[in-house]
């Protein structure tokens, strides 16, 4: 069984850091991709960095601020925050993406950690 766990977040003010990590167990089948989404109640989960196939992509409005890692060996990605917003403030979720021999693609995620940014 397939599991992500997420670790990190918490309550920062503006201007403050933060670093997330997931580590994923249990899977067998070789990662595709890795990334991180985030939600705030009554909008939809968006997209805040992704990595996979020697790319990585961000949201526009992170981008110089967070930085995203993935270790495919040790199934593991991070992804750290400087110069947080208030606007950061959200649910953040992270999200590994498997393909199978048969060119099948699962989608697995963490639980999901709150980041809080406010003075």
């Known amino acids: 069984q397939v599991q992500l766990v997420e670790s990190g977040g918490g309550l920062v003010q503006p201007g403050g850091s933060l670093r997330l990590s997931c580590t994923a167990s249990?899977?067998?089948?070789?990662?595709?991709?890795m990334a991180w989404y985030r939600q705030v109640p009554g909008k939809e989960r968006e997209l805040v960095a992704i990595?996979?196939?020697?790319?990585?992509q961000y949201l526009e409005s992170v981008k110089g601020r967070f930085t995203i890692s993935g270790d495919f060996a040790k199934n593991t990605v991070v992804l750290q925050m400087i110069s947080l917003t208030p606007e950061d403030t959200a649910v953040y979720y992270c999200?590994?993406?498997?393909?199978?021999?048969?060119?099948?693609?699962?989608?697995?995620w963490g639980q999901g950690s709150q980041v809080t940014v406010c003075s």
């Open positions: 249990g899977i067998i089948s070789s990662i595709n991709r």
């Open positions: 999200n590994i993406r498997t393909r199978s021999r048969t060119g099948i693609y699962w989608d697995y």
């Open positions: 990595t996979g196939d020697g790319s990585t």
